[in-house]
C-alpha cells in the first residue's frame, strides 16, 4: 500500500490562508457568530475573528466552541451511522437554540476530510434550534428559521470522495484545498522549528 503523504503546515500559511478567505466570507456570508469545532478549529477561529473586525464599529465577534471526536467504525459506513461516529466531547449548553437562532452561525474546522463531523455539527446545531422554534407561536417559526443560517469555513478541504453530505446551498468556503494527503498542524508539532524546517522541505516537492 502507498504511503499517505504528509504535508507539514506552519502557523503561518494557516494565518494567510484566512486572510485570504475572510473577505469572501465577509460579503457572502458576514458571520455574526463563530462556533469553533475543537481542537484543530479554535486557533482558526481566533485568527479568523481578527480578520473578521469592523473597522468601523471595531466589534469582535463571539467565538463559541464544541468539542467533537471521530469514532472510526471498522467496516467503513454509511450516512445513517454518521451520528453513532461522531462522539460529542463539548456542546454549546442548555441555551444552545437561544444563541443560535436569527444569527448566522459560521462553524469552522481545520480540515474537512471525510465531512462526517462537519455533516454532523451542522445537524445537531439546527436540531437545536427547532428545538428552541418550539417555544415561539407556529406563526413566527417559519420567519425565524430562515433568518438562521448555518455556513461553513475550513483551513483545508481534502478533494476526495466525502462519506457525509451537507445540505444544499449550505455556504462552504475553504482557504485551500488539497489532495488526500495526511496534513500535520502546527499545534500537533512538539518542536515548531523544525517542524517549519520540514513544512519549507514539503513545500518544495508540491510544485
Ligand atoms: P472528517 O473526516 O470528519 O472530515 O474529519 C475528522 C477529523 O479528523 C478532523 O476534524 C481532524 O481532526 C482529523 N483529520 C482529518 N484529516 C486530517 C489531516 O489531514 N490531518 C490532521 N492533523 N487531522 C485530520
Same mark, same amino acid.
Given at each position: 500500500?502507498?504511503?499517505?503523504?504528509?504535508?507539514?503546515?506552519?502557523?503561518?500559511?494557516?494565518?494567510?490562508?484566512?486572510?485570504?478567505?475572510?473577505?469572501?466570507?465577509?460579503?457572502?456570508?458576514?458571520?455574526?457568530?463563530?462556533?469553533?469545532?475543537?481542537?484543530?478549529?479554535?486557533?482558526?477561529?481566533?485568527?479568523?475573528?481578527?480578520?473578521?473586525?469592523?473597522?468601523?464599529?471595531?466589534?469582535?465577534?463571539?467565538?463559541?466552541?464544541?468539542?467533537?471526536?471521530?469514532?472510526?467504525?471498522?467496516?467503513?459506513?454509511?450516512?445513517?451511522?454518521?451520528?453513532?461516529?461522531?462522539?460529542?466531547?463539548?456542546? %454549546?449548553?442548555?441555551?444552545?437554540?437561544? /444563541?443560535?437562532? =436569527?444569527?448566522?452561525?459560521?462553524?469552522?474546522? #481545520? !480540515?474537512? &476530510?471525510?465531512?462526517?463531523?462537519?455533516?454532523?455539527?451542522?445537524?445537531?446545531?439546527?436540531?437545536?434550534?427547532?428545538?428552541?422554534?418550539?417555544?415561539?407561536?407556529?406563526?413566527?417559526?417559519?420567519?425565524?428559521?430562515?433568518?438562521?443560517?448555518?455556513?461553513?469555513?475550513?483551513?483545508?478541504?481534502? %478533494?476526495?470522495?466525502?462519506?457525509?453530505? /451537507?445540505?444544499? =446551498?449550505?455556504?462552504?468556503?475553504?482557504?485551500? #484545498? !488539497?489532495? &488526500?494527503?495526511?496534513?500535520?498542524?502546527?499545534?500537533?508539532?512538539?518542536?515548531?522549528?523544525?517542524?517549519?524546517?520540514?513544512?519549507?522541505?514539503?513545500?518544495?516537492?508540491?510544485?
Amino acid at each position: 500500500m502507498a504511503e499517505v503523504q504528509h504535508w507539514r503546515v506552519t502557523y503561518n500559511d494557516i494565518h494567510n490562508l484566512i486572510r485570504q478567505a475572510t473577505p469572501s466570507i465577509a460579503a457572502q456570508f458576514n458571520p455574526d457568530l463563530l462556533i469553533a469545532i475543537g481542537g484543530g478549529g479554535f486557533f482558526p477561529a481566533r485568527v479568523m475573528r481578527t480578520f473578521l473586525r469592523d473597522e468601523t464599529t471595531n466589534k469582535t465577534l463571539q467565538i463559541q466552541a464544541i468539542g467533537l471526536s471521530l469514532y472510526e467504525s471498522v467496516e467503513g459506513s454509511t450516512a445513517e451511522q454518521i451520528g453513532n461516529e461522531v462522539i460529542r466531547t463539548q456542546w %454549546l449548553g442548555p441555551d444552545s437554540g437561544k /444563541l443560535l437562532l =436569527g444569527k448566522r452561525n459560521l462553524i469552522v474546522d #481545520e !480540515v474537512d &476530510d471525510t465531512r462526517k463531523t462537519l455533516h454532523y455539527a451542522l445537524s445537531e446545531l439546527k436540531k437545536d434550534v427547532e428545538q428552541e422554534l418550539l417555544s415561539y407561536p407556529e406563526s413566527e417559526r417559519e420567519s425565524l428559521r430562515s433568518a438562521t443560517k448555518f455556513g461553513v469555513f475550513v483551513v483545508h478541504n481534502k %478533494l476526495k470522495s466525502k462519506l457525509a453530505d /451537507l445540505p444544499d =446551498g449550505t455556504p462552504y468556503f475553504a482557504g485551500e #484545498e !488539497v489532495g &488526500d494527503v495526511w496534513l500535520d498542524y502546527p499545534w500537533e508539532s512538539i518542536n515548531i522549528e523544525e517542524h517549519d524546517v520540514q513544512a519549507a522541505a514539503d513545500k518544495s516537492t508540491r510544485q
